[in-house]
């Protein structure tokens, strides 16, 4: 079957795809919480989080799928301090079965407060190769 580039390139020209498709299953990139300008949102983790969530889904749709159908995320935060507040945000998006996850505190190589990477399984459903 291989694998389907999802979405564009990075942005930031970094060696990676926004998202891939391969064996019924949508990875996406780490995410961070960009506005339309190019720069971390304001408002702490909650918007941030909110931010990485509307790229999430742009990127998920991309990919023939949605949030229902992410089964994994990996959660990175800077600063373990906002365990709790990053929960309350996240829990918005995934107010019910929500899926399996993993959170660790780390170092950003940016000046975000979270970034996110998330599996979905859309099943077997070829993905569209590029941003609309």
């Given at each position: ?15 990676l ?40 889904k ?75």
């Open positions: 079957m291989g694998k389907t580039i999802v979405g564009a390139g990075s942005a930031e020209g970094l060696p795809s926004e998202a891939v498709s391969a064996g019924g299953f949508l990875f996406l990139s780490g995410l961070v919480g960009f506005g339309p300008d190019g720069r971390i949102v304001p408002g702490g983790i909650s918007a941030e989080t909110d931010a990485i969530m509307a790229e999430a742009r990127l998920l749709a991309l990919g023939r799928g949605s949030l229902r159908d992410v089964v994994k995320v990996s959660v990175l935060l800077a600063d373990a301090g906002e365990f709790d507040s990053f929960n309350t945000a996240y829990r918005r998006h995934f107010p019910e079965s929500p899926p399996a996850r993993i959170s660790m505190s780390v170092g950003l190589t940016i000046d975000a407060r979270v970034e996110l990477d998330l599996i979905a399984y859309v099943g077997d459903i070829p993905a569209r190769a590029e941003a609309p």
